[in-house]
């Protein structure tokens, strides 16, 4: 009697298991060791609708900060080699466009350019480099437009690609 209860346990802490496990796929590597191509399984973002109208306003604001054209999301480079992201935001007035790696806000370095040119009164184009790139250049990237009504950004994951 009590070898069934224990399997019984054993039998829910599993699914218990199985069940989290499908839950994180947002986010999680493919692949363990040094050299191996890490491949992202990542389902699509979760839009949420503002509950109190004054973020509905905030946010859905017709001269709001919007990115209305970006890079691809996901890339891999070659160590030593230059890696680019594009963002171009529109918005009146004129957004500002910031860059982050992992959350962190990203600071000019001789190793990491951000150009910028804007265009007509209400629109900007901003391009992040950095040259050359290391291991530790591997992680998520954003682009974040705001301006006074609004904040948007997008996401780029990169990782460096090991030749054969």
Known sequence: MRAKA???VLV???????????LRGSGTRVGKGRGMRHQYKSRLPVLLHNKDPATSQYYEHRDGARVIKSSHFELDYMLGRKITFFCMAKGFPRPEITWFKDGIELYYHKFFQVHEWPIG???IKSKMEIDPTTQKDSGFYECQANNQ????????????????
């Open 149 to 164: 009504y609004a904040v948007d950004s997008r996401g780029f994951r990169t990782d460096y690609d090991t030749p054969l």
């Open 6 to 8: 224990m399997l019984v």
């Open 12 to 22: 829910a802490l599993g699914m218990l298991a199985a069940g989290v496990a499908a």
């Open 121 to 123: 009164n209400d629109t």
